[in-house]
């Protein structure tokens, strides 16, 4: 079992910065990697970012590309997400979640075990 935590979650002005953290408990090392993914407002959920546990290797929607980073802390056992530029899209409920051991489609939430209860964002315009 793996348990995760989010925080950082607010309200933030257009153009604002947030940063989230997701931090892991538990059975971590049985993890390939943690991901990001979002729901707005009569939206699907969607991936965000992705990043892997050993080689920091990291992945992105388009939409965030160049606005969001992913990074992780090893000792911590915690992943973040840092956000700039923040627009009105961006409002969501953010989740992190917990790959399995092995290679995974970083984008498909199917491919996470495990899930943090979600911290909402809202971006005000």
């Known amino acids: 079992q793996v348990q995760l935590v989010e925080s950082g979650g607010g309200l933030v002005q257009a153009g604002g910065s947030l940063t989230l953290s997701c931090a892991a408990s538990?059975?971590?090392?049985?993890?390939?990697?943690m991901g990001w993914f979002r729901q707005g407002p009569g939206r699907e959920r969607e991936f965000v970012a992705a990043i892997n546990w050993s080689a920091g290797s990291t992945y992105y929607t388009d939409s965030v590309k160049g606005r969001f980073t992913a990074s992780r802390d090893r000792a911590k056992n915690t992943v973040y997400l840092q956000m700039n530029s923040l627009n009105a899209e961006d409002t969501a409920v953010y989740y992190c979640a917990a790959a399995g051991p092995y290679g995974v489609t970083w984008t498909s939430p199917n491919q996470y075990i495990y899930w943090g209860q979600g911290t909402q964002v809202t971006v005000s315009s």
């Open positions: 538990g059975r971590t090392f049985s993890t390939i990697g």
